[in-house]
């Protein structure tokens, strides 16, 4: 039995295997078009509604009914390659890919092979170890996406739900640049935080809103390096497609057995067949679903029912000149504006919904002191209740108005914690809550010169050893914090002790 280990980039073999081998990795991603409407109709793109509610007389392909290009899809493609840097095609034209489909009344999909609408871009994928490498992107098109069949409801017949036949898809298709399977989980993550940023696509892999195919191959160390010198693919080993993946997990595992099997059998004196497969993460392995069909195979020609689409380079511009700050732009700016560490500003820029948070939060107060708060406090605490940060109790002007509280020695730290538990649960205005509850903290030195005073009377061996060791007189300090309810000011009661033991 083989068994493997990874260590990027290469796959060392541990036991049973004869070489160190190298894993390329190419993704063709699956990314639904955030639209209300169909790609060539006006049904809606809802998700969960009533099986086949969703169905006009062009996704039933009912006869002399004909498609109508939905312009905003097409914006949302075109914004979708200006977010990835890549080059938009004016001119590009719609094929019918024959293939059957149970789930596709027409019988055939309406793709693009020949002219997509977006060409070469790249992602800037960066790893957990603080490198950076750009995964070229070879081009996306646009396609119609097919029905759902079901088969669980009986066990002598299946069901089929239309309602997602003629959903706007934009493939996007990778170069074989990524190298690992942390690499590829890496990529579809920035590639959906570029997507969701852009609003071309909610990025939702639970209900089937972007999934992936992953190519997988291996070949012999140094291998890789020539194909990129000569673009020569036969330097590469032969690739199987691994199907419809829609969880990051299932993909890092999926390639790593899929590349265990490849090794064996070419370690053994076989070859690899070119095919698509399934993954089952239940028995932990890849099995075939089908040969792996080339182009012909689909016997593509262009649509009849569509004219080449073409589109004006200033309608290009204008588009290009509304797009948002997207993520890579917004960390940068995090990082120079409000003094935050590379960390922390990934973390905030992870989602535009977390980012626009904190930034309310920041506006005219500390970034690192917000940015603390909104991590550590806020996010702990979401985390906790397994709630987003659309959800939050805790709006950003209650949270900065907890940051102004202990900004202005109003509260201590230790109280600040206190009421934003008392603010995420029940909510209100902090300021009047402090004022409420008697929260204020104690800055008048006679009341805390008191209790340190009696603290130090009843302890005088307490007192020897802080003065033969001054490290001990944190326990003065946490007793005067005590005697006080958490109301003293920290720093006066250090200053006094030190001052006292003296």
Known sequence: MLDLTYDSPKIKTIAGAQHDWELVIGMEV?????????????????????????????????PGMLPVINEYCIEQAVRTGLGLKAEINLKSAFDRKNYFYPDLPQGYQISQLYHPIVGEGEVLVEMGDGTARNVRVERIHMEQDA??????????????????????????????????????????????????????????????????????????PGQYEKYQATQDFSHLGTRCEIKNMNSMRFIQQAILVEAKRQIAIVEAGGEVDQETRLYDPDKGETRSMRSKEEAHDYRYFPDPDLLPLEIEQAWVDDIEANLPELPDAKKSRFINDFGLTDYDASVLTAELESADYFEHVAQGRDGKTSANWVINELFGRLKKDDRDIEDSPVTPAQLGGIIDLIASDAISGKIAKDLFEIVYTDGGDPAQIVEDK???????????????DEIIAANPAQVAKAQENPKLAGWFVGQVMKATGGKANPKAVNQLVAQKLR
């Open 147 to 220: 029905g759902k069949s079901i088969h669980d409801m009986d066990p002598n017949m299946s069901f089929v739900d239309v309602n997602r036949t003629g959903v706007c898809l934009m493939e996007i298709v990778s170069k074989p640049d990524i190298r690992g399977p942390e690499e590829a989980a890496a990529y579809l993550t920035k590639l959906r935080q570029i997507l969701r940023y852009l609003g071309t696509c909610n990025g939702d892999m639970q209900s089937g809103a972007m999934r992936a195919d992953v190519n997988v191959s291996i070949c012999l």
């Open 30 to 62: 699956h990314a639904q078009v955030a639209s209300n409407a169909k790609l060539f109709s006006g049904a809606s793109t809802q998700f969960g509604s009533e099986p086949n509610s969703n169905v006009s007389f062009v996704d039933a392909a009912m």
């Open 438 to 452: 008697g929260m204020k903290q104690v800055t008048d030195l006679g009341p805390i010169e008191a209790a340190l």
